[in-house]
């Protein structure tokens, strides 16, 4: 754990010069706008410890499979959002010599990510070997009005010396990933262009084809009037530049504003590229740096007003949980269903910014109550649109009939994953975008969203289940076997409690949606039933029998399901008997060991009493937190979120507050120890849950809004926003009190602590404690 970040409300600050956190502080300080997003490297030249990184939504490139034991069925190929041309690129030269703060004496450095503003800032004082002392301050942001754009705004001052001031600005194409399967590069040069100040660079990813244009022009200060020029233009292969000699006398400071732009063939036809690059450029320069600013800033005011969560009397946690929202808006904006959110986001290689099922379980709620019904909705359709390659991948590993089995990582619904016990056994993820369906339609009340795409994936899924489920003589009960729940410290059980669970929650639910068809949408029901082939008494029968015949271990002793087969044979020894030295787990004992313990890596028996906690009493919800919880490790960021709802919701105050500290500044604090490799984006939705769904009590039964919430110790008081069928509320607690507001033109029926409340439009009311 690392405690370096300054706290603050808003902001993120680093003070100091600190090499040898530099990667991690990349990842912190990354910037994105739902497009495209990059780590917070340097713009100028840096020879020391860094991971280059900018990456384009949706770019990606299929890097040939690297096992030791290949596997039939496994992919063939790890899809990669892939680092794409670096055009932050702006290298100083100060009489002859390079500013490289590696090598420069730092005098004063500090890093700020304004989070209310979307806008990152980075301003030292530098002595270069030759003497000269500059001050720099750079500013930069991708813009969320125009996601084509990013600017540039880098200021230079000359402290102590006269002389020449050489600025060069490029772009450059010859990029590589740090993952490479191969060491191989990933792109192709297209075409580069450059000519008086305006340039642009066309590259083509290897074997996907996909083709980006990146666009470049700037604009010079000098004491703040604009100046003229004539640059010296350069290019080779991949690369393009600009360069610029001013001379500065003692105290000049000279700014130069890079605006740069970034279409991609995803958007527009291929051999349109470069035109569309440059009228992304003229659009920037129409309203110049100060405007694009402006127009971003606005839209940043506009996100917030609608997701911010406002925490008094804790300013490490307001700083955390605003972070976390933060990163999440700059990481999917929801608008194009093609796009999906990585684990990491846009600020690393790890997890090749592809989809996995932390999408469906953990961010889904943050985007369902902080923004617009589109994003959730294409977040679903996003996996609608998969489905066929879904049924492939089920036909791959011999399932038939059309049953669908999504894939555990995928970026256009191929299965990329590559470890056995995963890829063929990690299966509760199906349930999880089964889930998702049911989530969306029980928050927004689009039962439409069922017809067709919800029943067409909740069919092709149960259908898988109804397979992978088979008949145990020795049980006289249905099983499945050789799975990993979401605790992949264990592989290859049999009937793991939640997989078992979510089959026949599925299957239940699915048939809820075919009687919802058959009354609302008769006709295209009698067309689905033909498309998919579904012999509906056939299916349905076995689907009903495994339903009212599934196992579920269970150990009467303890009145607990088991985490699967066998569990309590396991030394069953509480976590907190770890020595610190062993921990983590998975980084100090072997996995052998890991397997054979109890011990727990994430939410797996509990993930189902979190999503299913009203088929269970509240006795029941405490008994198997009082036995899972002290086994759990916590080891994924997506553990202790789970944990925290679920000790809210039983009471357990403290404790709750306990493991949402634990997620509230993951990345912050480099809690894990590997902020370096990138952000732990689909757990910010997780500790988005901890305090709306946790502290708040937020649930949504029989299409009205209910709320359970306390304030934990620490706190004066919170409020958070939540958008919920066309209406805008926010919440606030108090030690006192409780003020509701609906700033909304439609009434909203609530239950606050069981009470029936109805909230008039456009008022607030005030529940005295
Ligand atoms: C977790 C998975 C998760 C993945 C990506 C793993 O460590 O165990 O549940 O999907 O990380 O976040």
Redesign the pocket.
Known sequence: MKDYIIHHEWKIIEEGFHPDLNRISESIFSIGNGKMGQRANFEEKYSGDSLRGSYIAGIYYPDKTRVGWWKNGYPEYFAKIINSANWIGINIIVNGEELDLAKANVISFRRELDMKQGILQRSFVAELKNGNRIEVFAERFVSIHDSEIGAIKYSVKALNFSGNLTIVSYIDGDVFNEDSNYDEKFWNERSKHIQGTEGCLEMETLKTGFRVCTGMTFTFYKNGELISFEPENFQKEKYIESKVQIPVENGDTVVIEKLTSTVTSLNHPDDELSVKAHEAIKRALLRGYNGMLEKHRNLWSNKWDSSDIIIEGDKAAQQGIRYCIFQLEQTYSGEDERLNIG?KGFTGEK?GGVT???TE?YCLPFYLSSAPVEVSKNLLLYRHKHLMKAINNAEKLGFKNGAALYP??TINGEECHNEWEITFE?IH?NGAIAYAIYNYVNYTGDKEYLAPFGFEVLLAVSRYWSQRTNWSDAKNKYVILGVTG???YENNVNNNFHTNYLAVWTLKFTLEVIDFLKKEFPYLFEELVSKWKFSEIKETTRWKDIIANMYFPYDSNKGIFLQQDGFLDKEIIPASELSESEQPINQNWSWDRILRSAFI??ADTLQSMFWFENEFSEKELKKHFDFYEPITVH????SPCIHSVIAAKIGYHQKSYELYLRTSRLDLDDYNNDTEDGL?I??MGGTWMAVVMGFGGLRVKNNALEFNPFLPAKWKSYSFKINFRGRHLEIKIEAEKLTLSNHSNLPVDLKIWGKDLLLETNSTKTIQK
């Open positions: 684990p997890y996995y099922w932390d379980a555990m990582v990690e993820r979401p605790n992949e890596k994430q080891e994924s960021s997506l732990h689909t757990s």
